[in-house]
């Protein structure tokens, strides 16, 4: 039996730009699992994650999702992931709808299944009352949602999210959540970097803590936990834990 390809694997990554910004960094995501990565400012996990969607070269290592090499097959990589930053890129001249459709048409979606998904995203993330609205005048967070249903559209089986609570309400932010554990639950795979970590806390099934652009620690917060002595700590502890020895070693 072909043994089950991982949703990511990545091997050496290194990326130096004024300083190493990740250094040789090892990391493997499974299939249909919710997957944070956290570290402070500066980590390298933005970086990380720009190189495995394809938007920034690595210096060395080798990213493969799903079995695919992302470097010399970066097109057939990309049909498969979402990316999402968390500054997003939109067309304000559209509105939503005609965002959404002109994205399904860059991936080849067919329409008349694109249309009907389209409006269920959009519905599902709040945004009924704005369907038809330029995207020109909408808050970040709204822009924040629009932009996440646009990466949806092509029903992708990795989901790349940097951020992605950014600028959100409550009660948006509760959606988002809502809408990614259903990804989840329904066989995608998702890894997001967050500061906010009371959401990699109830989330995650397991958590990646980077600091200085390596792995310092990885595991379900059980286990995080048992790693490092501590069996009823707070992810934030255990992070402060963990962020000051990678410092001061």
């Known amino acids: 039996m072909k043994p089950v390809e991982p949703a990511l694997r ?4 290194t990326k130096r730009f004024d300083r190493l910004a990740v250094d040789a960094l090892d990391l493997t995501v499974r299939e249909g ?6 570290g402070p400012n500066g980590a390298g996990k933005t970086t990380t994650l720009r190189m495995v969607a394809g938007l920034s070269r690595p210096d060395a290592g080798s990213v493969a999702v799903f079995g695919i090499d992302a470097l010399s097959d970066a097109v057939a990589a990309k049909q498969v992931m979402a990316w999402v930053s968390d500054e997003p890129m939109i067309y304000d001249k559209l509105t939503p709808l005609e965002y959404l459709e002109f994205v399904a048409g860059l991936w080849g979606v067919d329409p008349a299944a694109s249309q009907a998904l389209a409006r269920q995203l959009l519905v599902s993330l ?3 009352p704005h369907l038809n609205e330029r995207c020109e005048g909408f808050s970040k967070g709204m822009r924040q949602k629009v932009a996440l249903a646009g990466a949806l559209v092509h029903e992708p089986r ?7 609570l950014t600028g959100l309400d409550a009660v948006s932010a509760r959606t988002v959540k809502k809408l990614l554990a259903e990804r989840v639950r329904g066989g995608c795979t998702v890894i997001m970097t967050t500061h906010i ?5 109830r989330l995650a099934d397991r958590i990646g803590v980077i600091a200085s652009g390596r792995l310092v620690a990885e595991g379900t917060l059980a286990e995080l936990r048992q790693q490092n002595g501590h069996t009823h700590t707070s992810l934030e502890d255990l992070f402060i834990a963990l962020v000051d020895t990678e410092a001061a070693a």
């Open 158 to 164: 990795l989901i790349i999210l940097d951020e992605p």
């Open 33 to 38: 699992e919710f997957y944070a990565l956290v």
């Open 126 to 128: 709040g945004l009924e």
């Open 10 to 13: 990545v091997r050496g990554l």
């Open 197 to 201: 970590l009371e959401v990699a806390e």
